[in-house]
């Protein structure tokens, strides 16, 4: 098992997906699935950003999100400074404009008082296998207070409560109950549509919206699309790669029950691909969820 897991690098024992060149891939082809998903938009908030805004996108990753987002407002005469930060440098760009900064840093812990009420506008996606109920607190705390009078926040998440909807076989039903026990053993918080905008609010947060969107799994979602943002969810390849990088958490915590060795896990989610993909129903829901901090 130490062999398998290995050849993955893991920033942080918390998070449970890897952050290297593989991770790194998956996570470019998921943007603009999400994208796809999103009706081929890279946000949903109402900003009205100007030219000077400063933005704020946490986990960023690759900085795919950032990026684009950038050159987009550009394209309409708007230049915003984008501070992109995340706990490992490990997929940083090596080359971007110079409004947008990289560094190593945490949700939870922000610089204070450098950034107190400075964004017009806060983005964090997918950061749910990350999370638990202390740290979601702690990064909307965080976020409340580095973001300015009137600016929004939108975090961009998974439905994770059940998984029942890309149940569809023996394999992915057994795949579901897993990652299920082990996120009840991790604390990872499933159904972020109600959690978050109730501790939003708790916050001091306004004006919370959750916007919904179905993805789905293997089956037309396998058929080449027109164009990325026609993408409207997971391929089986995608679906694939998003558990396999849970391999080196699940084996090292000693399969929670289901199985006993790396071998074992990708077999179980080699079964649940094939699965999904032979299925028309499978599928799974993103949520962007919005607020607004109110005015002075």
Not at 19 to 44: F, P, W, Y
Not at 118 to 142: C, G, K, P
Not at 178 to 206: C, H, Q, W
């Amino acid at each position: 098992m130490s062999d398998q897991s290995s050849q993955r690098y893991y920033a942080s024992k918390q998070y449970l997906l890897p952050a290297d060149n593989a991770e790194t891939k998956r996570l470019e082809v998921q943007h603009n699935m999400i994208a796809g998903v999103l009706g081929g938009r890279l946000s949903v908030a109402p900003t009205n950003l100007t030219t000077g805004d400063r933005v704020l996108e946490s986990a960023a990753g690759s900085g795919i999100w950032a990026l684009e987002f950038f050159q987009k407002n550009y394209a309409d005469d708007i230049v915003l400074n984008i501070e992109c930060i995340d706990i490992s440098p490990a997929q940083f760009p090596t080359s971007h404009p110079p409004e947008i900064h990289f560094s190593v840093k945490s949700v939870v812990d922000l610089p204070d008082p450098e950034w107190t009420d400075i964004f017009t506008y806060a983005h964090q996606r997918l950061l749910i296998t990350a999370m638990n109920d202390s740290l979601w607190r702690s990064a909307v705390s965080e976020l409340f207070r580095v973001v300015r009078p009137g600016g929004w926040v939108e975090l961009v998440e998974l439905e994770a409560q059940d998984f029942n909807s890309w149940s569809v076989g023996p394999y992915s039903t057994r795949l579901a109950s897993l990652i299920n026990t082990m996120y009840r053993a991790k604390g990872v918080i499933g159904d972020l549509s109600v959690y978050l905008p109730a501790i939003l609010k708790e916050a001091g947060f306004m004006d919370m919206k959750c916007e919904k969107m179905r993805a789905s799994i293997g089956g037309d979602a396998d058929a080449t699309p027109h164009k990325v943002t026609d993408v409207k969810g997971y391929d089986s390849e995608m679906w694939r790669e998003l558990w396999i990088g849970l391999k080196g958490p699940v084996v090292e915590a000693g399969g929670y029950g289901f199985i006993e060795t790396a071998e074992e896990y990708e077999a179980l989610v080699e079964g649940s691909v094939v699965e999904c993909k032979a299925s028309k129903e499978a599928y799974t829901t993103f949520f962007a969820i919005l607020a607004r901090k109110p005015e002075m």
